[in-house]
């Protein structure tokens, strides 16, 4: 058995997240669909996290053990013509035996997109949020430095049976830029807990409303109280921007 590193770029917006379920299709399985027809046998995908439905990913890492000898450029080649337009083979190599993309994984980083206009732009629905309120930049990048650090993050998870145990992750980076009307929230970390981007996210701009006071989020933290934060932003902003290994 070979295990492969498939790097894949997609946009999210018809997908219902990653991971393989019976209320809609994802990135999975269409995925796994090209797979199989390019190799002819199911293989178990190991993805390196699971986006949500309407996030999209500049880059995407899975592992794969295949018995199939196709070479790892013929077999980019090859899953390309299988995939649907909006899901890309950016890159496929060979990997040790013991890596695993998801557990493998020494951080992600996220970028979150906002269109800051009075006017929306027809070319960015359901890629990023159209936000007609003016935003201050650097109000929100000296907010979102209390972000930063090793926190436990529970005021900025989501609750389902997936979250269990320690909620502790360490932030490398946050930053909050303007392009334009465009806005660009990046952030790093080693890990991520269920929805916690777009809480973060959501927080920002609940402090650009002035609901939040811009000093507020270390205290949030230290509350470790979901309902201190602000809500969750929606999905069409957010993209796994990459995967650090």
């Known amino acids: 058995m070979r295990n492969l590193l498939i790097t894949i770029q997609y946009d999210g917006k018809n997908f219902r997240g990653w991971q393989i379920q019976k209320n809609g299709v994802t990135v999975?399985?269409?995925?796994?669909?090209?797979?199989t027809e390019v190799v002819g046998e199911y293989s178990d995908l190991k993805g390196c996290s699971r986006t949500d439905s309407g996030v999209h990913a500049n880059m995407y890492c899975i592992s794969v053990r295949i018995k199939h000898p196709i070479p790892p450029e013929r077999l980019k080649a090859a899953l390309n013509?299988?995939?649907?337009?909006?899901?890309?083979?950016?890159?496929?190599?060979?990997?040790?035996?013991?890596?695993?993309?998801?557990y493998c994984c020494k951080s992600k980083q996220y970028i979150y997109k906002i269109w800051n206009s009075d006017t929306r732009n027809p070319f960015l629905d359901g890629y990023a949020l159209f936000y007609r309120y003016k935003l201050d930049e650097e109000i929100l990048n000296r907010a979102a430095q209390a972000y930063v650090g090793s926190h436990d993050f529970t005021s900025f998870c989501t609750k389902d049976k997936r979250e269990m145990g320690d909620m502790t992750r360490n932030v490398k980076m946050f930053s909050v830029k303007r392009d334009?009307?465009?806005?660009?929230?990046?952030?790093?970390?080693?890990?991520?807990?269920?929805?916690?981007?777009?809480?973060?996210?959501?927080?920002?701009?609940?402090?650009?409303?002035?609901?939040?006071?811009?000093?507020?989020?270390?205290?949030?933290?230290?509350?470790?109280?979901?309902?201190?934060?602000?809500?969750?932003?929606?999905?069409?902003?957010?993209?796994?921007?990459?995967?650090?290994?």
């Open 180 to 245: 334009g009307d465009l806005v660009t929230m990046t952030v790093e970390a080693d890990g991520f807990l269920y929805n916690m981007v777009r809480i973060m996210v959501g927080t920002l701009l609940e402090i650009a409303q002035g609901k939040i006071a811009p000093d507020a989020i270390a205290d949030i933290i230290e509350k470790k109280d979901r309902s201190f934060a602000g809500a969750t932003a929606r999905a069409c902003g957010l993209y796994l921007n990459k995967v650090n290994y």
């Open 28 to 35: 999975q399985e269409v995925f796994q669909n090209a797979l």
């Open 81 to 102: 013509r299988w995939l649907p337009s909006s899901v890309v083979c950016l890159d496929c190599k060979e990997a040790e035996d013991d890596f695993h993309a998801r």
